[in-house]
């Protein structure tokens, strides 16, 4: 059994500069505020961390999973970790006066009070493969297909990328992302770092049985504030021409997957570019509707028009036996405006029923904006029925029913 560490002793948490993609989740899950970044590296602060594992299950990447035994006088400060291109080797572990330091594990993951989405799979997901391809170790894949998605009157400039692994082996599974490294260097000097990108293709391929992914990339082309702004990697992808090579890192991902049991429902609730992982997931089940697997599928996709909605014209060929289509629109004109909020309050009845099936799973993707306005949407008509939204919350993310994706 493992003993304590002597109070002189730390098993200090640190992050891997090597795998690390610079996502934010961690900063954004930490409840104790014990993780910060620079243009560099995300560290965590010695002086606040707990070690309470909040953070550990959403890492895409597992780099936030490494630990040193340090003395607790001598533990790596944030300015140190900040410029850190690597972690530092493992040292014996110190030993304190009169004790033998011992490896404590650290606790058992916690979901964060404030997080909103499931720490876990859904409990029939496929086992999704992580890691391959490194910073150190990327590959490169060969675009074979690129278009625009949106309208071309439109401000919106998405883009359909295909990219084909040739004969590499680059396991996927829908709701994963990948990671893209822009060519150039960074204000530092320093080679961008990647860049997270959603799957829009299924497993098997975007073209089943061939070796490659879709996804589904917007042009930023203005912060998120509105001001002007050319956005590194976004800007390379929608660039790209056929037969160009990219280097890419991953899989990604490991709790934003879809259930693998016959019967499992999907509501899928996206804006913008978060259509991708639910075009992953649609395909998946649209490629085996003869196999009378598939449970109900529920889209709600929210765009400011419908010549601003990615796949529009593909999605509306999709037969309303098979998936049932809400379209929200907040500038059309001559129509009210409507938010992907309002139409599940709008469908209350439908939500309900599935929710009430444990075969249904909930993803939600798309601008961070949305996690509330969902949330409160779910929680609405769940209490109008007499039910406690509370215990249903706790319940879905439990259970690995009710994911998020937002950026
Ligand atoms: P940068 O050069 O990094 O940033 C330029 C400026 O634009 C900065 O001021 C920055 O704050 C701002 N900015 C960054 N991103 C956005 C944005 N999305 N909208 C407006 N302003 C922005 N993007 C997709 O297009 N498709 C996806 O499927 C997708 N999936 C993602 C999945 C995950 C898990 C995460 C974390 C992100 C995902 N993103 C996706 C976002 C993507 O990783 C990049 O952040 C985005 O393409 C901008 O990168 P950039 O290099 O072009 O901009």
Redesign the pocket.
């Known amino acids: 059994m493992n003993a304590p560490l002597p109070a002189e002793v730390l098993k200090q948490h640190v992050i891997d500069p090597e795998i690390c993609i610079r ?3 961690c900063e954004e899950t930490c409840p104790i505020d014990a993780i910060t970044h620079d243009a560099n590296n995300y560290v965590v602060d010695p002086d606040i961390c707990n070690g309470c594992m909040a953070c550990v299950p959403p890492c ?1 990447t597992g780099a936030i999973d490494n630990w040193r035994l340090v003395a607790r006088a001598e533990a790596h400060s944030v300015h140190d970790q900040l410029g850190w291109e690597e972690l530092p080797q493992e040292q014996a572990p110190p030993v304190a006066a009169g004790a033998e330091a011992a490896v404590a594990e650290p606790a058992a993951p916690q979901p964060a009070a404030a997080a909103p989405g499931a720490a876990v799979p859904p409990w029939s997901a496929a086992h999704p493969y992580v890691n391959l391809y490194t910073h150190k170790t990327p590959m490169t894949a060969t675009v074979v297909g690129n278009y625009r998605v949106t309208g071309t009157d439109t401000d919106s400039d ?1 883009h359909h990328i295909v990219l084909d692994f040739g004969e590499l082996p680059f396991p996927v599974l829908e709701g994963q ?1 990948i990671g893209i490294l ?1 060519p150039g260097l960074d204000a530092q000097g320093r080679p ?1 770092h990647a ?4 799957l ?1 293709s299924p497993r098997d391929g975007e073209r089943a049985g061939y070796n490659n992914l879709s ?4 042009r ?1 082309t ?3 504030a509105g001001a002007a ?7 390379y992808l929608c660039d790209l021409v056929k037969n160009d090579k990219v280097q890419v890192i991953g899989p ?2 490991h709790t934003f997957l879809m259930p693998n049991h016959p019967g499992a429902n999907l509501i899928m609730i996206c804006t913008g ?2 259509s ?1 992982p639910m075009r992953a997931m649609t395909e998946r089940c649209r490629r085996r509707i003869e196999s009378g697997e598939n449970g109900k599928l529920m889209l709600f996709f929210g765009a400011r028009t419908e010549r601003e909605l990615p796949y529009f014209g593909p999605l509306m060929k999709l037969p309303p036996d098979f998936i049932d289509i809400n379209l929200a629109l907040s500038r059309e004109a001559g129509q009210p405006k409507r938010y992907v909020q309002d139409l599940i309050r709008d469908r209350a009845a439908k939500v309900l029923e599935l929710l009430a099936d444990r075969n249904t799973c909930i993803y939600v993707c798309g601008l961070k904006g949305m996690e509330t306005g969902v949330l409160d949407a779910l929680r609405d008509v769940t209490v109008q029925s007499g039910q406690d939204w509370s215990i249903l919350h706790d319940a879905l993310r439990r259970e690995g029913r009710l994911h998020f ?1 937002t ?1």
Request: charged share 15%; aromatic share 8%; net charge negative.
């Open positions: 996502c934010n989740t895409p998405i992302s822009p961008h860049r997270q990108y959603s829009a996804l589904t990339v917007k930023v203005e912060d998120h702004a050319h956005g590194v990697c976004s800007n990604f991902g570019t978060g991708a994706e950026y």
